[in-house]
């Protein structure tokens, strides 16, 4: 019988056999978790198995970086001194001219000279430092953060440096939080462009090193510490916890601390900062960042309080203030009868200009200035209380200009061309009266040196001068003569800009001068020197001999002057003039050591003078008003002087005058920037108790103060009124030889011409 086979299985297709052999997808995920895991192991190992860097290694680094932060930003405000190939200079001298030889120079000093600027210097980058590492407790994050903003602040002051001569100061940084950072890359000069390009590469380099050794590091914080609730409760961790605040809180204090007293007269940061060598330039920003350090001269600037709100200060207030001297401008100017804007205003700062035979042993067999003293006799002058002695140039300027004084801000107010006007938009100044009335030719300013002392010329912009002219201005000032061996541009020259910007416009104008000649230092500059024959002083020669010099500059400055006014006269056009002296010099080394002369040695001479052409030509305000002064006055004086109708702020400034006829910040001894407490001068010159004062002077000064406030520190509501605005006469200018010459001889009923006649003539 026949059995039927079993069917045999067919083989399975090569294909079918290659699909059979693969892994499922669940045993593909599988495999791969496990090569995951196997990995994750081997990371997590050798992540585990990372070095702690150590502390030692943090410090080397901490205390190379910071170095180098102070060498750069030494670098972005030196530059080279260049010799030509056949001077006759030796090698080492060359050698130190350049980038390498300065800041090897800035770091040697310390045990050379034994200036410790470098240190002190270091010591202020680092605790810059300190604050971002204990904010971050993140080291190598803290280093790439603080390393890149040391090198654009570097390379961004280099820029400015190179631009305009001067250093970053805090006020710059208002273009970053105005939002005008675009307007800050606009000023990277075209080549400067390979500078960027390589510092951004370095910088990159720098902070993927810094990352990278951040990641590689295995410590956890500088101060190890933990925020995950089930760690942050332990003790250990909240020990840490409290001392890493605590390291941010005191680092951070410090240096608050430091900012905020390094520019307060006699505190402990400027004691300190002096001991390690620290010697303060507020003259100028960048020869202060040079031999002082940039970051002391920035960290300086940096802490500008102006002043403590006075008691009732509100818009209310300011409002009521506005309202009661625009009554007292009304009542003033009913017996006006010419306007500011009339006359062309020359006002002159003098530099160092004081009659030296007012001070104590000091005395000629000539008079070193006889033709200033009989203008003054003939005209409205006096003595004018400075809060400088020897320096402090700017801050009597600065009086002058606004009518504002310095005796008001707080005492580390101590150079308010650098702390206060470069954070203002727009401060007030008087040369907008012309401005206002004549468009932009209204105002014109002239400084015979650098325009980067004290910041002038972007001081003088945000005043409102159509242009600030100086050696290095451009155009440049055209008249630059000097006088024998003098290293400054003469009186006489400046005088000559003067006249030539009188020349040249067909209207009145508002003219600043500040001039050079007779700044310190006072060497043997001139070819002949009669007052070495004519000293009488019982003084050491040593004294003799600098006193003696500056009076014959001051000699050339009393001839200078009398001829411009005599060339003024010839200008068939009203000028006026205010002439004063900014401060003393500091060569009266027997006077200064008596406690006795510090008012002596803090007041200089002034005078308001008006040509033939102006209707107050031979005017005289009452000596009783005018004998002691304060430069914040010069205007109101002048006014009065020229008769002219005044704003309410002009308004304030006169009858303030009439009861505190000197303001000033003096300190108890010869102070060169007037350290100290507010003083106070009456008509004859005493000092004035300020617990003694009138019920109406206590209101004005108060008044006063409120003013100030509002226009430096406070909210600006007068901005608002018209306190600044000044009221226009309707009476037409006298010119001078409109003006009869006796009484009987008026021909006029205008009971306003028989007043302001009687006033100035009789």
Same mark, same amino acid.
């Given at each position: 019988?026949?059995?039927?086979?079993?069917?045999?299985?067919?083989?399975?297709?090569?294909?079918?056999?290659?699909?059979?052999?693969?892994?499922?997808?669940?045993?593909?995920?599988?495999? *791969?978790?496990?090569?995951?895991?196997?990995?994750?192991?081997?990371?997590?190992?050798?992540?585990?198995?990372?070095?702690?860097?150590?502390?030692?290694?943090?410090?080397?680094?901490?205390?190379?970086?910071?170095?180098?932060?102070?060498?750069?930003?030494?670098?972005?405000?030196?530059?080279?001194?260049?010799?030509? $190939?056949?001077?006759?200079?030796?090698?080492?001298?060359?050698?130190?001219?350049?980038?390498?030889?300065?800041?090897?120079?800035?770091?040697?000093?310390?045990?050379?000279?034994?200036?410790?600027?470098?240190?002190?210097?270091?010591?202020?980058?680092? %605790?810059?430092?300190?604050?971002?590492?204990?904010?971050?407790?993140?080291?190598?994050?803290?280093?790439?953060?603080?390393?890149?903003?040391?090198?654009?602040?570097?390379?961004?002051?280099?820029?400015?440096?190179?631009?305009?001569?001067?250093?970053?100061?805090?006020?710059? +940084?208002?273009?970053?939080?105005?939002?005008?950072?675009?307007?800050?890359?606009?000023?990277?000069?075209?080549?400067?462009?390979?500078?960027?390009?390589?510092?951004?590469?370095? +910088?990159?380099?720098?902070?993927?090193?810094?990352?990278?050794?951040?990641?590689?590091?295995?410590?956890?914080?500088?101060?190890?510490?933990?925020?995950?609730?089930?760690?942050?409760?332990?003790?250990?961790?909240?020990? *840490?916890? +409290?001392?890493?605040?605590?390291?941010?809180?005191?680092?951070?204090?410090?240096?608050?601390?430091?900012?905020?007293?390094?520019?307060?007269?006699?505190?402990?940061?400027?004691?300190?900062?002096?001991?390690?060598?620290?010697?303060?330039?507020?003259?100028?920003?960048?020869?202060?960042?040079?031999?002082?350090?940039?970051?002391?001269?920035?960290?300086?600037?940096?802490?500008?309080?102006?002043?403590?709100?006075?008691?009732?200060?509100?818009?209310?207030?300011?409002?009521?203030?506005?309202?009661?001297?625009?009554?007292?401008?009304? $009542?003033?100017?009913?017996?006006?009868?010419?306007?500011?804007?009339?006359?062309?205003?020359?006002?002159? %700062?003098?530099?160092?200009?004081?009659?030296?035979?007012?001070?104590?042993?000091?005395?000629?067999?000539?008079?070193?200035?006889?033709?200033?003293?009989?203008?003054?006799?003939?005209?409205?002058?006096?003595?004018?209380?400075?809060?400088?002695?020897?320096?402090?140039?700017?801050?009597?300027?600065?009086?002058?200009?606004?009518?504002?004084?310095?005796?008001?801000? $707080?005492?580390?107010? +101590?150079?308010?061309?650098?702390?206060?006007?470069?954070?203002?938009?727009?401060?007030?100044?008087?040369?907008?009266?012309?401005?206002?009335?004549?468009?932009?030719?209204?105002?014109?300013?002239?400084?015979?040196?650098?325009?980067?002392?004290?910041?002038?010329?972007?001081? /003088?912009?945000?005043?409102?001068?159509?242009?600030?002219?100086?050696?290095?201005?451009?155009?440049?000032?055209?008249?630059?003569?000097?006088?024998?061996?003098?290293?400054?541009?003469?009186?006489?020259?400046?005088?000559?800009?003067?006249?030539?910007?009188?020349?040249?416009?067909?209207?009145?104008?508002?003219?600043?001068?500040?001039?050079?000649?007779?700044?310190?230092?006072?060497?043997?500059?001139?070819?002949?020197?009669?007052?070495?024959?004519?000293?009488?002083?019982?003084?050491?020669?040593?004294?003799?001999?600098?006193?003696?010099?500056?009076?014959?500059?001051?000699?050339?400055?009393?001839?200078?002057?009398? $001829?411009?006014?005599?060339?003024?006269?010839?200008?068939?056009?009203?000028?006026?003039?205010?002439?004063?002296?900014?401060?003393?010099?500091?060569? /009266?080394?027997?006077?200064?050591?008596?406690?006795?002369? @510090?008012?002596?040695?803090?007041?200089?001479?002034?005078?308001?003078?008006?040509?033939?052409?102006?209707?107050?030509?031979?005017?005289?305000?009452?000596?009783?008003?005018?004998?002691?002064?304060?430069?914040?006055?010069?205007?109101?004086?002048?006014?009065?002087?020229?008769?002219?109708?005044?704003?309410?702020?002009?308004?304030?400034?006169?009858?303030?005058?009439?009861?505190?006829?000197?303001?000033?910040?003096?300190?108890?001894?010869?102070?060169?920037?007037?350290?100290?407490?507010? @003083?106070?001068?009456?008509?004859?010159?005493?000092?004035?108790?300020?617990? @003694?004062?009138?019920?109406?002077?206590?209101?004005?000064?108060?008044?006063?103060?409120?003013?100030?406030?509002?226009?430096?520190?406070?909210?600006?509501?007068?901005?608002?009124?018209?306190?600044?605005?000044?009221?226009?006469?309707?009476?037409?200018?006298?010119?001078?030889?409109?003006?009869?010459?006796?009484?009987?001889?008026?021909?006029?009923?205008?009971?306003?011409?028989?007043?302001?006649?009687?006033?100035?003539?009789?």
């Amino acid at each position: 019988m026949d059995v039927e086979a079993a069917p045999q299985a067919e083989s399975p297709t090569p294909t079918e056999q290659i699909e059979q052999s693969q892994p499922t997808a669940r045993e593909r995920l599988a495999a *791969a978790v496990q090569v995951l895991n196997h990995i994750g192991r081997g990371i997590r190992t050798v992540w585990g198995k990372r070095p702690k860097l150590s502390y030692a290694l943090y410090a080397i680094v901490f205390i190379v970086v910071t170095a180098a932060a102070v060498l750069f930003l030494q670098w972005s405000v030196y530059n080279p001194i260049e010799y030509a $190939d056949d001077a006759q200079v030796d090698n080492t001298t060359r050698i130190m001219g350049t980038m390498a030889g300065q800041l090897t120079k800035f770091v040697s000093q310390m045990w050379l000279e034994n200036q410790w600027q470098f240190l002190l210097n270091f010591l202020a980058v680092g %605790l810059m430092y300190l604050v971002v590492v204990t904010f971050l407790n993140r080291f190598w994050v803290a280093t790439a953060i603080f390393g890149t903003v040391m090198v654009v602040f570097s390379i961004a002051n280099r820029f400015k440096y190179l631009l305009r001569n001067e250093p970053i100061i805090p006020a710059d +940084l208002s273009f970053i939080s105005s939002g005008n950072t675009g307007e800050i890359v606009s000023f990277i000069p075209e080549d400067g462009e390979d500078l960027v390009n390589a510092a951004i590469v370095g +910088l990159t380099y720098f902070v993927v090193i810094c990352l990278a050794l951040q990641f590689l590091d295995r410590r956890n914080g500088l101060i190890p510490c933990h925020w995950r609730p089930s760690r942050f409760l332990r003790v250990t961790n909240i020990i *840490a916890v +409290l001392a890493r605040i605590a390291a941010f809180v005191a680092t951070a204090s410090l240096l608050v601390s430091f900012t905020w007293n390094l520019n307060v007269p006699n505190s402990w940061a400027q004691q300190w900062a002096r001991e390690l060598g620290d010697s303060s330039q507020p003259w100028n920003a960048m020869a202060d960042a040079q031999s002082n350090g940039t970051a002391i001269n920035f960290l300086r600037l940096a802490h500008a309080k102006t002043m403590e709100q006075p008691k009732g200060y509100s818009e209310e207030t300011m409002q009521a203030v506005a309202k009661r001297y625009a009554a007292a401008a009304d $009542d003033i100017n009913a017996t006006r009868t010419a306007n500011l804007t009339d006359s062309t205003v020359v006002m002159i %700062l003098s530099e160092s200009f004081s009659d030296p035979t007012r001070i104590p042993d000091v005395a000629f067999s000539v008079d070193p200035m006889p033709n200033i003293r009989a203008i003054k006799d003939a005209t409205t002058s006096g003595l004018m209380l400075s809060p400088g002695y020897g320096g402090g140039t700017a801050n009597i300027e600065y009086q002058a200009l606004t009518g504002l004084n310095m005796a008001n801000f $707080d005492e580390s107010m +101590l150079s308010v061309y650098q702390q206060l006007v470069p954070s203002q938009e727009e401060p007030y100044s008087f040369n907008r009266i012309w401005s206002e009335q004549y468009g932009e030719s209204g105002s014109v300013a002239f400084h015979p040196y650098y325009k980067n002392m004290y910041l002038r010329d972007h001081n /003088y912009d945000r005043f409102g001068f159509s242009e600030l002219l100086t050696l290095d201005s451009d155009p440049a000032i055209e008249h630059q003569d000097h006088i024998d061996a003098s290293p400054y541009v003469s009186d006489a020259a400046s005088y000559a800009n003067v006249l030539d910007a009188v020349n040249s416009q067909d209207h009145p104008q508002f003219i600043q001068l500040v001039t050079m000649q007779n700044h310190s230092g006072y060497g043997d500059y001139y070819a002949t020197n009669e007052f070495r024959e004519a000293d009488l002083s019982p003084l050491n020669d040593n004294e003799r001999w600098q006193i003696e010099n500056y009076t014959k500059g001051l000699n050339l400055t009393d001839q200078a002057t009398a $001829d411009f006014l005599n060339t003024l006269n010839t200008i068939d056009k009203p000028v006026t003039v205010i002439f004063y002296g900014d401060h003393l010099p500091s060569i /009266y080394t027997t006077a200064n050591a008596d406690m006795d002369n @510090t008012l002596t040695l803090h007041e200089t001479d002034y005078f308001i003078w008006s040509n033939q052409a102006s209707a107050s030509a031979g005017g005289k305000v009452s000596g009783e008003h005018t004998a002691f002064s304060s430069s914040n006055y010069c205007m109101s004086l002048a006014a009065e002087h020229m008769n002219a109708t005044v704003s309410p702020y002009l308004a304030l400034l006169t009858e303030l005058q009439r009861e505190i006829p000197s303001i000033s910040r003096v300190g108890s001894a010869a102070a060169g920037w007037g350290e100290g407490d507010a @003083t106070y001068l009456d008509e004859n010159g005493d000092i004035i108790d300020p617990e @003694t004062l009138s019920e109406r002077a206590d209101q004005l000064l108060h008044d006063y103060q409120l003013v100030q406030y509002d226009m430096t520190a406070g909210d600006g509501y007068l901005y608002q009124t018209e306190f600044f605005d000044v009221e226009e006469s309707d009476h037409v200018p006298l010119m001078r030889d409109q003006v009869p010459q006796t009484y009987e001889a008026m021909q006029t009923d205008d009971p306003y011409v028989d007043m302001w006649y009687q006033e100035y003539w009789y």
